[in-house]
C-alpha cells in the first residue's frame, strides 16, 4: 500500500490515510420510501411521513436489533387493513434502493490503494438484500451492520467496534456520510470525515487527504 502522506502548501504534512469508511445508505446507494408508502396506504395504512412510519414500525429498535424480522414485519401488517403475505411484504421493504453508480466505482478505485470498509445504519431484511444485490463482498474489505452488534451511528460506540474489527488507528481513517451527526461522531472519535453531499465534492476532499484518484 502506497504511502500517501505529502506536505501541504502551508508546510504540513496531510494524514497518511489507509483505510476509508463509507456510509452505504444516500453515500453507495440510495434509497427512497416513493414506492414503499404508496403500496401501504392503498393497503390501508395511514401514514404521515417517514418519522412517523419508524416510529409506529419500531425501525430503531429493528436497526439495533432488538426485534427480530418477523416482530418488524409483523409491524407493518399491524397498520394495514389488508395485510401482506412476508414474501410480498419483504420484496416491497427492499424496493426502495437504487444504486449510485460514481460512488460504487470510487469505491472500488479506492481498494487499490487503501482497504475499504461500510458501517450502515441497517436492519437484518436489508442488510441481506443489499449485499446480494450490490455484491458488497466485492465492494469492500469488511462491513459492520448495526443491527449485529446493538450500536447505531453516531454513539461512539459503533466507531469504536469498527477501530477493534478493521484493526486501524484513528488517524488511518478517513469516514464517508451524508449525515453530519455520523461525521461528528466520527471526528468525535479522531477520525477524518467527509460530510458527503455529491460525488464531485467528496472525490476533490479524498484527493486532498493525499489519496490518488484519477477522473472517472
Known amino acids: ?3 500517501s502522506r505529502g506536505a501541504t502548501a502551508n508546510g504540513f504534512e496531510k494524514p497518511s490515510i489507509g483505510h476509508v469508511v463509507f456510509d452505504l445508505g444516500k453515500v453507495l446507494v440510495d434509497f427512497s420510501y416513493q414506492q414503499l408508502f404508496p403500496l401501504l396506504r392503498r393497503r390501508g395504512a395511514l401514514l404521515h411521513d417517514v418519522d412517523d412510519f ?3 414500525v419500531g ?3 429493528y436497526e439495533h436489533g432488538r426485534i427480530s424480522s418477523d416482530e418488524f414485519l409483523q409491524g407493518i401488517n399491524a ?5 401482506l403475505d412476508q414474501a410480498e411484504l419483504k420484496n416491497a421493504w427492499c ?10 466505482s470510487l469505491a472500488r478505485r479506492l481498494r487499490t490503494q487503501a482497504r475499504v470498509y461500510i458501517i450502515s445504519n441497517t436492519s437484518e431484511i436489508h442488510w441481506d438484500h ?22 447505531m451511528k453516531p454513539a461512539a460506540a459503533i466507531y469504536s467496534v469498527a477501530e477493534e474489527r478493521f484493526g486501524f488507528a484513528p488517524e488511518e481513517v478517513v469516514f464517508i456520510d451524508d449525515r453530519l451527526e455520523n461525521v461528528a461522531g466520527a471526528q468525535a472519535c479522531g477520525w477524518q470525515a467527509i460530510h458527503h ?5 467528496t472525490r476533490d476532499a479524498l484527493i486532498d487527504l493525499g489519496l490518488d484518484l484519477p477522473a472517472g
Open 1 to 3: 500500500m502506497s504511502d
Open 54 to 56: 419508524a416510529r409506529r
Open 59 to 61: 425501525l430503531i429498535d
Open 79 to 83: 397498520l394495514l387493513s389488508a395485510p
Open 95 to 104: 424496493s426502495i434502493f437504487t444504486p449510485m453508480p460514481q460512488m460504487l
Open 130 to 151: 443489499l449485499r446480494e444485490r450490490f455484491l458488497l463482498a466485492d465492494l469492500c474489505d469488511d462491513a459492520i451492520a448495526s443491527y449485529e452488534i446493538g450500536h
Open 197 to 201: 453531499q455529491n460525488y464531485g465534492q
